[in-house]
Protein backbone atom coordinates (compact mmCIF):
# COMPACT_ATOMS: atom_id res chain seq x y z
CA UNK A 1 0.00 0.00 0.00
CA UNK A 2 1.11 3.53 -0.51
CA UNK A 3 1.69 5.31 2.37
CA UNK A 4 -0.43 8.53 2.63
CA UNK A 5 1.56 11.76 2.43
CA UNK A 6 0.90 15.60 3.62
CA UNK A 7 2.85 18.75 3.29
CA UNK A 8 3.33 21.16 6.52
CA UNK A 9 6.00 23.86 6.05
CA UNK A 10 7.36 22.79 2.91
CA UNK A 11 8.03 19.26 4.12
CA UNK A 12 6.68 16.09 3.39
CA UNK A 13 4.95 14.10 6.20
CA UNK A 14 4.64 10.35 5.80
CA UNK A 15 3.01 8.06 7.46
CA UNK A 16 4.73 4.67 7.58
CA UNK A 17 4.25 0.73 9.22
CA UNK A 18 1.37 -1.18 10.46
CA UNK A 19 2.29 -1.23 14.43
CA UNK A 20 2.79 1.49 14.98
CA UNK A 21 2.06 3.49 12.78
CA UNK A 22 4.80 6.41 12.57
CA UNK A 23 4.22 9.61 10.81
CA UNK A 24 7.67 11.08 10.07
CA UNK A 25 9.23 13.64 7.96
CA UNK A 26 10.32 12.28 3.94
CA UNK A 27 14.01 11.66 3.66
CA UNK A 28 14.15 13.60 6.78
CA UNK A 29 17.97 13.46 6.46
CA UNK A 30 18.22 15.16 3.25
CA UNK A 31 15.99 18.10 3.88
CA UNK A 32 17.42 21.67 4.08
CA UNK A 33 16.71 23.16 7.31
CA UNK A 34 15.03 24.61 8.87
CA UNK A 35 12.68 21.94 9.79
CA UNK A 36 8.62 22.12 10.89
CA UNK A 37 8.69 22.69 14.68
CA UNK A 38 7.76 19.57 16.41
CA UNK A 39 4.11 20.96 17.64
CA UNK A 40 3.54 21.81 14.08
CA UNK A 41 4.04 17.90 12.81
CA UNK A 42 1.81 16.83 16.00
CA UNK A 43 -1.14 19.47 15.00
CA UNK A 44 -0.73 18.08 11.48
CA UNK A 45 -0.65 14.57 12.20
CA UNK A 46 -3.60 14.74 13.85
CA UNK A 47 -5.77 17.12 11.93
CA UNK A 48 -5.15 14.97 9.12
CA UNK A 49 -6.35 11.10 7.56
CA UNK A 50 -2.62 9.66 8.02
CA UNK A 51 -3.91 7.80 11.27
CA UNK A 52 -1.02 7.96 12.97
CA UNK A 53 -0.06 6.49 15.95
CA UNK A 54 2.97 8.08 16.73
CA UNK A 55 5.02 10.97 15.46
CA UNK A 56 9.20 11.38 15.33
CA UNK A 57 11.36 13.78 14.64
CA UNK A 58 15.30 14.11 15.25
CA UNK A 59 17.29 17.45 16.12
CA UNK A 60 20.20 18.43 13.84
CA UNK A 61 23.53 17.61 14.22
CA UNK A 62 23.99 21.62 14.91
CA UNK A 63 21.72 22.02 17.49
CA UNK A 64 22.54 18.53 19.95
CA UNK A 65 21.24 19.62 23.08
CA UNK A 66 17.37 18.41 23.88
CA UNK A 67 15.32 21.06 23.12
CA UNK A 68 11.88 19.38 23.92
CA UNK A 69 12.20 17.78 27.80
CA UNK A 70 8.27 17.06 27.66
CA UNK A 71 8.61 14.55 24.76
CA UNK A 72 10.02 11.21 25.34
CA UNK A 73 13.25 10.62 23.22
CA UNK A 74 16.04 8.63 22.51
CA UNK A 75 19.50 9.57 20.68
CA UNK A 76 20.01 8.79 17.13
CA UNK A 77 24.33 7.76 16.39
CA UNK A 78 25.37 10.01 13.97
CA UNK A 79 28.87 9.36 12.31
CA UNK A 80 30.79 13.62 12.11
CA UNK A 81 34.09 14.84 10.59
CA UNK A 82 35.07 17.66 11.18
CA UNK A 83 35.86 18.90 8.18
CA UNK A 84 36.66 22.73 8.34
CA UNK A 85 40.13 22.40 7.72
CA UNK A 86 41.96 19.45 5.61
CA UNK A 87 45.18 19.18 7.79
CA UNK A 88 43.37 18.69 10.87
CA UNK A 89 41.76 15.82 9.87
CA UNK A 90 44.21 14.40 8.18
CA UNK A 91 46.72 14.26 10.86
CA UNK A 92 44.34 12.83 13.31
CA UNK A 93 43.90 9.91 11.03
CA UNK A 94 45.74 6.43 12.14
CA UNK A 95 49.20 5.96 10.48
CA UNK A 96 47.48 2.61 8.68
CA UNK A 97 44.76 5.13 7.57
CA UNK A 98 47.11 7.53 5.66
CA UNK A 99 49.22 5.07 4.36
CA UNK A 100 46.16 3.55 2.96
CA UNK A 101 45.45 7.16 0.85
CA UNK A 102 49.20 7.11 0.21
CA UNK A 103 49.66 3.26 -1.40
CA UNK A 104 46.24 4.71 -3.83
CA UNK A 105 47.97 7.86 -4.98
CA UNK A 106 51.03 5.97 -6.00
CA UNK A 107 49.29 2.92 -7.22
CA UNK A 108 47.61 5.32 -10.06
CA UNK A 109 44.38 5.72 -8.49
CA UNK A 110 42.98 9.22 -9.23
CA UNK A 111 40.35 11.14 -7.71
CA UNK A 112 37.93 14.06 -9.32
CA UNK A 113 35.10 15.44 -9.59
CA UNK A 114 32.67 13.82 -11.83
CA UNK A 115 29.66 15.36 -13.92
CA UNK A 116 26.39 13.85 -13.86
CA UNK A 117 26.49 12.74 -17.35
CA UNK A 118 25.92 9.37 -19.52
CA UNK A 119 29.87 8.36 -18.68
CA UNK A 120 28.96 8.36 -14.56
CA UNK A 121 26.03 6.48 -15.07
CA UNK A 122 27.35 4.16 -17.17
CA UNK A 123 30.40 3.95 -14.92
CA UNK A 124 28.16 3.37 -11.47
CA UNK A 125 25.86 0.93 -13.33
CA UNK A 126 29.38 -1.50 -14.16
CA UNK A 127 30.01 -1.00 -10.14
CA UNK A 128 26.46 -2.13 -9.30
CA UNK A 129 26.74 -5.06 -11.26
CA UNK A 130 29.77 -6.19 -10.44
CA UNK A 131 28.39 -8.34 -7.51
CA UNK A 132 24.79 -9.32 -6.23
CA UNK A 133 26.05 -9.86 -2.62
CA UNK A 134 28.00 -6.70 -0.44
CA UNK A 135 28.75 -7.05 3.13
CA UNK A 136 27.02 -9.87 3.88
CA UNK A 137 24.29 -8.81 2.64
CA UNK A 138 22.06 -8.41 -1.06
CA UNK A 139 23.08 -5.42 -2.91
CA UNK A 140 20.14 -4.43 -4.03
CA UNK A 141 21.41 -2.00 -6.58
CA UNK A 142 22.56 -4.86 -9.17
CA UNK A 143 21.04 -5.63 -12.17
CA UNK A 144 19.02 -2.25 -12.06
CA UNK A 145 18.59 -0.83 -15.75
CA UNK A 146 20.71 2.49 -16.55
CA UNK A 147 17.68 4.35 -17.03
CA UNK A 148 16.95 3.49 -12.96
CA UNK A 149 20.38 4.02 -12.59
CA UNK A 150 20.33 7.32 -13.81
CA UNK A 151 17.11 8.03 -12.07
CA UNK A 152 18.10 7.17 -8.45
CA UNK A 153 21.13 8.97 -8.92
CA UNK A 154 19.74 12.12 -10.21
CA UNK A 155 18.01 12.66 -6.70
CA UNK A 156 18.91 16.12 -4.88
CA UNK A 157 20.63 16.91 -7.51
CA UNK A 158 21.14 20.63 -7.33
CA UNK A 159 22.79 20.27 -4.09
CA UNK A 160 24.69 17.24 -4.65
CA UNK A 161 28.35 16.82 -6.32
CA UNK A 162 29.93 13.15 -7.55
CA UNK A 163 33.71 12.77 -7.23
CA UNK A 164 34.78 9.71 -9.02
CA UNK A 165 38.17 7.52 -8.34
CA UNK A 166 39.89 6.22 -11.83
CA UNK A 167 42.14 3.79 -12.76
CA UNK A 168 43.24 5.05 -15.90
CA UNK A 169 40.04 6.28 -17.45
CA UNK A 170 38.22 3.38 -15.90
CA UNK A 171 35.81 4.15 -13.05
CA UNK A 172 36.53 1.73 -9.89
CA UNK A 173 34.62 4.34 -7.25
CA UNK A 174 32.88 6.84 -6.23
CA UNK A 175 31.42 9.00 -3.68
CA UNK A 176 27.53 11.17 -3.91
CA UNK A 177 28.02 14.10 -1.40
CA UNK A 178 24.72 15.68 -0.70
CA UNK A 179 24.70 19.54 1.19
CA UNK A 180 22.17 19.84 3.75
CA UNK A 181 22.55 22.91 5.55
CA UNK A 182 26.11 23.44 6.91
CA UNK A 183 26.80 19.88 6.35
CA UNK A 184 27.42 17.50 3.31
CA UNK A 185 25.74 13.96 4.06
CA UNK A 186 27.66 10.60 1.92
CA UNK A 187 24.39 9.56 0.24
CA UNK A 188 26.32 6.65 -1.35
CA UNK A 189 29.81 5.28 -1.54
CA UNK A 190 31.32 2.87 -3.16
CA UNK A 191 34.27 1.17 -4.85
CA UNK A 192 34.97 -2.17 -7.03
CA UNK A 193 35.65 -4.54 -5.25
CA UNK A 194 38.50 -6.21 -7.81
CA UNK A 195 40.35 -2.74 -6.47
CA UNK A 196 40.05 -3.01 -2.84
CA UNK A 197 43.97 -3.23 -3.17
CA UNK A 198 44.26 0.31 -4.34
CA UNK A 199 42.09 1.35 -1.72
CA UNK A 200 39.63 3.75 -3.58
CA UNK A 201 36.78 4.49 -0.88
CA UNK A 202 40.10 6.04 1.43
CA UNK A 203 40.79 8.12 -1.57
CA UNK A 204 37.16 9.18 -2.24
CA UNK A 205 36.82 9.97 1.27
CA UNK A 206 40.50 12.05 1.93
CA UNK A 207 38.64 13.43 -1.39
CA UNK A 208 35.22 14.41 -0.02
CA UNK A 209 37.16 15.41 3.43
CA UNK A 210 39.53 18.28 1.52
CA UNK A 211 35.97 18.99 -0.99
CA UNK A 212 33.75 20.29 1.76
CA UNK A 213 35.64 23.80 2.73
CA UNK A 214 35.13 24.41 -0.66
CA UNK A 215 31.16 23.83 -1.07
CA UNK A 216 31.37 25.29 1.90
CA UNK A 217 30.13 22.89 4.52
CA UNK A 218 32.11 22.27 8.27
CA UNK A 219 30.68 18.66 8.53
CA UNK A 220 30.74 15.86 6.12
CA UNK A 221 28.36 12.71 7.52
CA UNK A 222 28.63 9.39 6.69
CA UNK A 223 25.08 7.58 7.70
CA UNK A 224 24.98 5.94 11.41
CA UNK A 225 27.83 5.43 13.49
CA UNK A 226 26.66 2.96 16.07
CA UNK A 227 24.02 0.63 13.92
CA UNK A 228 21.80 -1.00 16.47
CA UNK A 229 23.91 -2.35 19.68
CA UNK A 230 26.90 -2.94 17.26
CA UNK A 231 28.96 -0.49 18.88
CA UNK A 232 31.74 -2.63 17.45
CA UNK A 233 31.08 -3.89 14.22
CA UNK A 234 33.07 -3.46 11.29
CA UNK A 235 31.89 -0.38 9.97
CA UNK A 236 31.85 1.42 12.54
CA UNK A 237 35.64 0.59 12.66
CA UNK A 238 36.15 1.55 9.66
CA UNK A 239 34.47 4.97 10.26
CA UNK A 240 36.42 5.61 13.43
CA UNK A 241 39.68 4.74 11.33
CA UNK A 242 38.72 7.42 8.40
CA UNK A 243 38.26 10.27 11.05
CA UNK A 244 34.61 9.91 11.60
CA UNK A 245 32.96 10.23 15.51
CA UNK A 246 29.66 9.42 17.53
CA UNK A 247 27.66 12.47 17.48
CA UNK A 248 24.53 11.62 19.00
CA UNK A 249 21.27 14.00 18.48
CA UNK A 250 17.89 13.52 20.19
CA UNK A 251 14.94 12.56 18.29
CA UNK A 252 11.55 12.45 20.03
CA UNK A 253 8.91 10.16 19.49
CA UNK A 254 5.18 11.76 20.45
CA UNK A 255 2.66 9.66 20.70
CA UNK A 256 -1.16 10.59 19.53
CA UNK A 257 -3.23 7.49 20.66
CA UNK A 258 -3.59 4.61 23.22
CA UNK A 259 -1.58 2.45 20.51
CA UNK A 260 1.08 4.90 20.51
CA UNK A 261 1.43 5.33 24.11
CA UNK A 262 1.70 0.97 24.00
CA UNK A 263 4.44 1.14 21.40
CA UNK A 264 6.49 3.48 23.57
CA UNK A 265 6.37 1.61 26.49
CA UNK A 266 6.84 -1.57 24.93
CA UNK A 267 9.92 -0.39 22.93
CA UNK A 268 8.01 -1.27 19.90
CA UNK A 269 8.32 2.71 18.31
CA UNK A 270 12.43 1.07 17.85
CA UNK A 271 13.56 -0.65 14.78
CA UNK A 272 12.95 -4.40 15.92
CA UNK A 273 17.31 -4.46 15.22
CA UNK A 274 17.65 -2.08 17.83
CA UNK A 275 15.44 -4.49 20.53
CA UNK A 276 16.57 -7.45 19.99
CA UNK A 277 20.04 -8.69 21.98
CA UNK A 278 23.50 -8.01 19.97
CA UNK A 279 24.12 -11.90 20.05
CA UNK A 280 20.73 -12.69 18.09
CA UNK A 281 21.06 -10.05 15.86
CA UNK A 282 24.87 -11.76 15.25
CA UNK A 283 23.53 -15.15 14.85
CA UNK A 284 21.18 -13.94 12.36
CA UNK A 285 23.61 -11.63 10.34
CA UNK A 286 26.16 -14.92 9.79
CA UNK A 287 23.17 -17.35 8.93
CA UNK A 288 21.98 -14.38 6.19
CA UNK A 289 26.00 -14.22 4.69
CA UNK A 290 25.80 -17.98 4.64
CA UNK A 291 22.57 -18.39 2.80
CA UNK A 292 23.51 -15.61 0.15
CA UNK A 293 27.27 -17.45 -0.24
CA UNK A 294 25.20 -20.56 -1.13
CA UNK A 295 22.45 -19.31 -3.54
CA UNK A 296 23.25 -15.60 -4.38
CA UNK A 297 19.82 -13.21 -5.47
CA UNK A 298 18.71 -12.58 -8.20
CA UNK A 299 19.64 -9.14 -10.32
CA UNK A 300 16.42 -6.74 -9.35
CA UNK A 301 14.07 -6.35 -12.31
Known sequence: MRDDRLEVAGHRLECV?????????????????PR??????IAAARGSRLRADLVTVAQDITAPEPRHAAFPLTWDSVAVADATDFGSWWEALPQESR???RRSRK???????????HDLVA???RLYDETPVRQGRRFPHHGKELATVRRENSSY???SHFLGAYLGETLIGFVKLVRVGPAARIMQILAAQAHRDVFPTQALLAAAVELCPKLPVRHLIYGQYIYGRKDRSPMTEFKRRNGFRDIRVPRYHVPLNWR?????????????GDRLPEPIVNVFLRLRSLALAVRPPRPAV
Open 36 to 41: PEISDL
Open 17 to 33: GRWPRVARLSDEVWQEP
Open 99 to 101: KHV
Open 157 to 159: LAR
Open 123 to 125: GIK
Open 260 to 272: GRLALSTGFHRPS
Open 107 to 117: AGVVVRPAPFD
